[in-house]
C-alpha cells in the first residue's frame, strides 16, 4: 500500500511557507528539522521582490532545547532585516507579523 505523501521521510522533516506581495508569489521559507527532534533546525529564505527584497538566499539556524526552534531559525536567516526586532523562539506568529508589517503574507505549504 502507498504511503502518504505527509508521512514520507522527506516531507515528514521539512515545513515551507510561500511569501506573497501584493497578489504575487515573491519568496520562500524552507525549514529542515533533524531526524532526532534534538538536532539543529535550519532555515532557508528567499525574497525577489517588496520591500525586503535580498540578492541570493538567505541561511539560518537554531539548535538547543526548550524554545521554538523553527521561529529562531528564521530569523537567524533574515539577520539585519529585522533591524534588531527578536523573533528568535516566539513562534511562527511572530515570524508572520514580522512579514505582515511590511506588506507581505505568508502560506503555509508544507
Same mark, same amino acid.
Given at each position: 500500500?502507498?504511503?502518504? !505523501?505527509?508521512?514520507?521521510?522527506? =516531507?515528514?522533516?521539512?515545513?515551507?511557507?510561500?511569501?506573497? #506581495? *501584493? +497578489?504575487?508569489? =515573491?519568496?520562500? &521559507? $524552507?525549514?529542515?528539522? /533533524?531526524?532526532?527532534?534534538? +538536532? &539543529? =533546525?535550519?532555515? !532557508? =529564505?528567499?525574497?525577489?521582490?517588496? /520591500? $525586503?527584497?535580498?540578492?541570493?538566499?538567505?541561511?539560518?539556524?537554531?539548535?538547543?532545547?526548550?524554545?521554538?526552534?523553527?521561529?529562531?531559525?528564521?530569523?537567524?536567516?533574515? +539577520?539585519? $532585516?529585522?533591524?534588531? $526586532?527578536?523573533?528568535?523562539?516566539? %513562534?511562527? %506568529?511572530? &515570524?508572520?507579523?514580522? !512579514? *505582515?508589517? #511590511? %506588506?507581505?503574507?505568508?502560506?503555509?505549504?508544507?
Amino acid at each position: 500500500m502507498a504511503k502518504n !505523501f505527509f508521512d514520507l521521510p522527506a =516531507v515528514r522533516q521539512v515545513s515551507a511557507w510561500v511569501i506573497c #506581495h *501584493e +497578489g504575487d508569489c =515573491v519568496g520562500k &521559507i $524552507l525549514v529542515a528539522y /533533524p531526524k532526532d527532534g534534538a +538536532g &539543529i =533546525v535550519r532555515a !532557508f =529564505v528567499t525574497i525577489w521582490s517588496g /520591500p $525586503l527584497q535580498q540578492d541570493g538566499r538567505m541561511t539560518g539556524k537554531a539548535k538547543g532545547y526548550g524554545w521554538d526552534k523553527t521561529s529562531g531559525a528564521v530569523d537567524d536567516a533574515l +539577520g539585519n $532585516l529585522t533591524n534588531g $526586532l527578536d523573533l528568535s523562539g516566539r %513562534g511562527m %506568529g511572530a &515570524i508572520t507579523s514580522f !512579514f *505582515e508589517s #511590511h %506588506g507581505y503574507s505568508l502560506w503555509s505549504v508544507i
